[in-house]
């Protein structure tokens, strides 16, 4: 089975979703959470609401401690970077968000990277809920 996302996102307080699912195939592919990691998800959800108006959503996974089959969001306090200029690490924003989410439905697509030349593509219809 590919990877995927869960069927439904959990909507916070904030209108915020943190995105998450099995990674199906992709669990022989080494996706770890240190600097041996193989795989890299990227993951998009919109959501139209009306008009102009509408809520998107930008971020990257990381491996699901709790359960190393699924990912979930890569959140900032995960992640640090090594600036190239000053050689200083630096925590950096991984996730990029406009606008509200509400209940309701929203598209959500991912790519993940795997090695120079292999990739693995997935788009659904997702359930938002509070």
């Given at each position: 089975?590919?990877?995927?996302?869960?069927?439904?996102?959990?909507?916070?307080?904030?209108?915020?979703?943190?995105?998450?699912?099995?990674?199906?195939?992709?669990?022989?592919?080494?996706?770890?959470?240190?600097?041996?990691?193989?795989?890299?998800?990227?993951?998009?959800?919109?959501?139209?609401?009306?008009?102009?108006?509408?809520?998107?959503?930008?971020?990257?996974?990381?491996?699901?401690?709790?359960?190393?089959?699924?990912?979930?969001?890569?959140?900032?306090?995960?992640?640090?970077?090594?600036n190239q200029v000053t050689g200083q690490a630096a925590d950096f924003e991984l996730r990029h968000r406009?606008?509200?989410?509400?209940?309701?439905?929203?598209?959500?697509?991912?790519?993940?990277?795997?090695?120079?030349?292999?990739?693995?593509?997935?788009?659904?219809?997702?359930?938002?809920?509070?």
């Amino acid at each position: 089975m590919p990877a995927s996302f869960d069927d439904r996102f959990t909507i916070d307080g904030n209108g915020h979703i943190d995105p998450k699912g099995p990674l199906g195939t992709l669990v022989k592919s080494g996706m770890t959470n240190d600097d041996k990691n193989k795989v890299h998800i990227h993951f998009w959800a919109t959501q139209q609401q009306g008009g102009m108006s509408g809520a998107f959503m930008q971020g990257q996974a990381m491996l699901d401690p709790g359960d190393v089959t699924r990912w979930k969001t890569r959140t900032p306090d995960q992640v640090s970077a090594v600036n190239q200029v000053t050689g200083q690490a630096a925590d950096f924003e991984l996730r990029h968000r406009h606008g509200s989410f509400k209940p309701g439905y929203a598209f959500a697509q991912a790519v993940a990277f795997v090695d120079p030349d292999e990739l693995e593509w997935w788009a659904t219809t997702v359930l938002l809920e509070q």
